[in-house]
C-alpha cells in the first residue's frame, strides 16, 4: 500500500496521545467504537507500518494513516483546519 501524500498536521497538547484518541481528534473516524473496529482490521498505518494496538502511544512526527487519508502528529497547536 501506497503511503498517502501530504498528511495534514493535528496539534496535540501533551507529549503523546493514544492511537484512538487521534484518530478521533484527527477526524479520520467519528467515535471510539469506529476506531476499535478500524485498528483492530489492521486498517491504520502508523508511520508505514500496520498498527492493531489502539493504545499505541503517538509522538510529535508520527504519520497515521487510514482510508486514504493521512495526518501528522504534532506538539503544539495547529492553526490549519482539516481538510476532511
Keep these: ?42 486498517q491504520v498505518r502508523v508511520n508505514g507500518e500496520v498498527e492493531t494496538r489502539r493504545g499505541r502511544q503517538l509522538r510529535d512526527g508520527d504519520v497515521v494513516e487510514l482510508g486514504g487519508q493521512a495526518a501528522r502528529v504534532v506538539h503544539g497547536e495547529v492553526t490549519d483546519n482539516l481538510p476532511w
Excluded at 496539534?11 to 484518530?23: K, N, P
Excluded at 484527527?26 to 482490521?41: I, N
Aim: net charge negative; glycine share 12%.
Design 1 to 42: 500500500m501506497s503511503a498517502a501524500a501530504d498528511p495534514m498536521d493535528v496539534g496535540i497538547r501533551d507529549e503523546v496521545i493514544r492511537l484512538g484518541q487521534f484518530l478521533k481528534l484527527a477526524s479520520l473516524v467519528e467515535h471510539g467504537g469506529e476506531a476499535k473496529e478500524r485498528v483492530a482490521e489492521g
